[in-house]
């Protein structure tokens, strides 16, 4: 298992200066991270930063509350995806899951996923919020909008990953993929949560899981 090619190397807080981008850049060059996570306002100084290595630019969309209207997230993807992200992390509507209005979330991911193309798009349900019945049902709207991957978390909720949440995700998912993110600190959280059935993770802590160590960081 190739720990670092499945992180994606997170820089989400609301007060990074471009000294703390740089730094993740330059970890994520290191350690060959698959993608840097930032917000859009860095999108286009990561992609030319970038454009030499393999790490890729993951950016979010709706973030991190995911209550903007679907033409606003379409919007954001869109301008995203031209300063050159090549991976797009949307929060879907947590009011549309709470109230079972799972038709209205397949179509707003339908609509960012026929942005996005042949790009990869994660739909983030932050699921402390849910319940294991939400979770799924959630987790198969986005499917069926065309979301290669669904994720847990923002980091900005009141709690992160849970194994469970990952492996309701995992079932109701089929083939597409799972991103766990929020709280993977150490090994054994990124073992867990790969033996769960995720196959990426979102995190600040990506240095330190590649070394063995345990993060301080709260994301």
Sequence with gaps: ????????????????TKQEIDRLLEEAIEHEF????VHPLWVSYCAES?????VLVCTVVGFPLG???TSTKVFETRDALKNGAHEIDMVQNIAWAKEGQFDLIEKEVRAIKEECERRTLKVILETCYL???????????????????VKTSTGFGTGGA?????RIMKEAAGDKEVKAS???KT???????????ATRIGTSSGVQLVKGETSKEDY
């Excluded at 970038?50 to 393999?54: A, G, M, Q």
């Design 50 to 54: 970038l454009k030499k290595t393999d």
């Design 1 to 16: 298992m190739e720990i670092a090619r499945m992180i994606d190397h997170t820089y989400l807080k609301p007060f990074g």
């Design 182 to 184: 929020g709280g993977v």
């Design 162 to 166: 849970e194994v469970g949440h990952v």
């Design 67 to 69: 209550a903007s209207t």
């Design 131 to 149: 319940t294991d019945e939400e979770i799924r049902l959630a987790t198969e709207a986005a499917v069926k909008g065309g979301a290669d991957f």
């Design 34 to 37: 698959k993608s840097v996570c």
């Design 187 to 197: 090994r054994e959280d990124f073992e867990n949560m790969v033996e769960a059935g």
